[in-house]
């Protein structure tokens, strides 16, 4: 395993497989109930981060700020420190329920409208039909709601899957985490549409050879300011300007 990280305009990234994430992090952690925060962050989180200071210190309140994003790992490379592999925010968040269901550990479920909440929790319960699910509730609440802080301290989950996109998600795990003895937080972003099939993941044709932003722009056109920033990210990686 290596320890090192790969600091990308002030974020620094684990510089990590994907097999010793899993294997040498994030099971020890989830094994020995050790607390932990985890950013997937890509290029829109990294410049958000830039323009928000607020924003990057909740960021960088993580325990493990992993690279999702082929824009980052070709930024790695740009500055001369290869990042191994991209670990995208969605595949760990599959690995992780898969894996929680074989070993006994509870996973709650935050975020998305109540629809699509109840349409992933029903497709979960298809696919992973021994998985403990601590409980579940949409995303549409203010950050502060205690209710919501309470009942997901009550559920005592291992795992917080948190889909409120960024930078909500980030926001509502290190405003409330100091609350929690336990649990594995992650922000998943729009996973939760994807496997309620509101919102399909890109052919893997499309994933090899790194297009995916390019099927998301196609798919979903009013994400183009979106698209931009991860341009002026690229740009500005490759001049130097961070
Ligand atoms: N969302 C939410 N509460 C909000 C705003 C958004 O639960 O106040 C959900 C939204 O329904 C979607 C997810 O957060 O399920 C964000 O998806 P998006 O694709 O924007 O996130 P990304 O993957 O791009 O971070």
Redesign the pocket.
């Known amino acids: 395993m290596t320890n090192e990280r790969v600091t990308i305009m002030d974020i620094p990234f684990l510089n990590i497989s994907k097999l010793d994430l899993f294997n040498q992090v994030i099971y020890p952690n989830l094994h020995k109930n050790e607390k932990k925060y985890m950013v997937t962050a890509n290029p829109?989180i990294v410049m958000l981060a830039k323009e928000n200071a607020d924003f990057k210190n909740i960021v960088k309140q993580a325990d493990y700020i992993v690279p999702d994003g082929t824009g980052i790992v070709i930024a790695s490379k740009i500055i001369g420190e290869p990042i191994v592999e991209r670990l995208p925010g969605f595949d760990i968040m599959t690995q992780l329920i898969g894996y929680a269901e074989e070993n006994e550990l509870s996973c709650y479920f935050l975020?998305?409208?109540q629809s699509?909440n109840q349409k992933f929790i029903t497709r979960i319960k298809e696919l992973h039909p021994h998985l403990l699910i601590a409980g579940n509730y949409?995303?549409?609440f203010d950050l502060d709601d205690e209710k919501v802080v309470q009942a997901v301290r009550k559920a005592n989950p291992d795992l917080v899957f948190v889909?409120?996109?960024?930078p909500?998600?980030e926001t509502w795990i290190t405003k409330h985490y100091h609350k929690f003895n336990k649990g594995f937080f992650m922000?998943?972003?729009?996973?939760?549409?994807v496997i309620a099939g509101e919102?399909k993941r890109a052919p893997e044709l499309w994933i090899k050879l790194n297009l995916e932003w390019l099927y998301r722009l196609v798919k979903q056109p009013f994400r183009w300011r979106?698209i931009l920033k991860v341009f002026e990210f690229m740009l500005r990686v490759i001049t130097r300007r961070f």
Do not use: N
């Not at 889909?163 to 960024?166: F, N, Q, T, V």
């Open positions: 829109e975020g998305a409208s699509i949409h995303g549409f889909a409120l996109g960024s909500r998600q922000g998943v972003g729009g996973s939760f549409d919102v979106r």
